[in-house]
């Protein structure tokens, strides 16, 4: 059996895994696990993984998880070109310091965006305050700028000239928050010319192709009852 890739693209993780393999013509066989419907929680995924999350990449006999390891895996693995990745020690320290960043604040950030915002009053009918919503977005203000006057400065990507996994772990994150209807991009220039940049080094197909299904989150439908009494407290302890 070759390579497999359980994804779901509602998740910005496996958003970047799939770009990733895409772009670099990485043969796999998507394995499509859809959160919405409890998928990640059934008997059948535990035995993939334990955790039941996704994304989960099988190689063989060989099964990894955590999206950050999947992609070093892959690019390791495939030799891809190394601006995704450098074997220069500063260049790559650059890439890893950002990856290290983003698991605590970018990525935190925008997922709470997209559940306060929208899934947890659309998908789960769960209310959220004003107040809490306005937390919420006030923090993913305050990651933007990090984002933006650490990391991104004056360079045409975030570790240098070329765009690395800081970038597309980075966009795929930023692109919850525009699917639950935020304008991230208004008012930060130099963000929106980066998102520019980085779309154009994927490819505007590919991009589009592996966003359609956050764009689209404001019409989940809602989960079941059953579905619900199982995932709230997973959602809940998630977005803490």
């Not at 693995?77 to 310091?97: M, T």
């Not at 990651?143 to 400065?153: D, I, P, S």
Request: proline share 5%.
């Amino acid at each position: 059996m070759g390579l497999e890739l359980y994804l779901d693209l509602l998740s910005q993780p496996c958003r970047a895994i799939y770009i990733f393999a895409k772009k670099n013509r990485i043969a796999f066989e998507l394995r499509t696990v859809d959160l919405r419907k409890g998928q990640h929680l059934s008997d059948a995924f535990a035995q993939v993984n334990p955790l039941q999350k996704v994304p989960v990449l099988k190689d063989g006999d060989f099964i990894l998880t955590e999206s950050v390891a999947i992609l070093l895996y892959l690019a390791r693995k495939y030799k891809v070109p190394d601006h995704w990745y450098p074997q220069d020690l500063q260049a790559c320290a650059r890439v890893d310091e950002y990856l290290a960043w983003q698991h605590t604040a970018l990525r935190r950030n925008c997922l709470r965006a997209l559940w306060h915002k929208v899934m947890l009053p659309v998908f789960l009918g769960e209310p959220v305050s004003p107040e809490m919503l306005a937390t919420t977005l006030a923090e993913l203000d305050m990651a933007l700028q990090v984002l933006e006057g650490k990391f991104l400065q004056d360079k045409a990507f975030l570790t240098g000239s070329h765009i690395s996994l800081a970038d597309l772990v980075a966009i795929t994150e930023l692109m919850h928050p525009v699917g639950a209807g935020c304008q991230v991009f208004k008012g930060r220039p130099k963000l929106a010319a980066w998102r520019q940049r980085v779309e154009a080094a994927v490819g505007e197909v590919l991009f589009q192709e592996a966003h359609e299904v956050i764009l689209k989150a404001k019409d989940s439908q809602p989960a079941d009852p059953t579905l619900k009494q199982k995932m709230l407290p997973k959602v809940l302890a998630m977005i803490q």
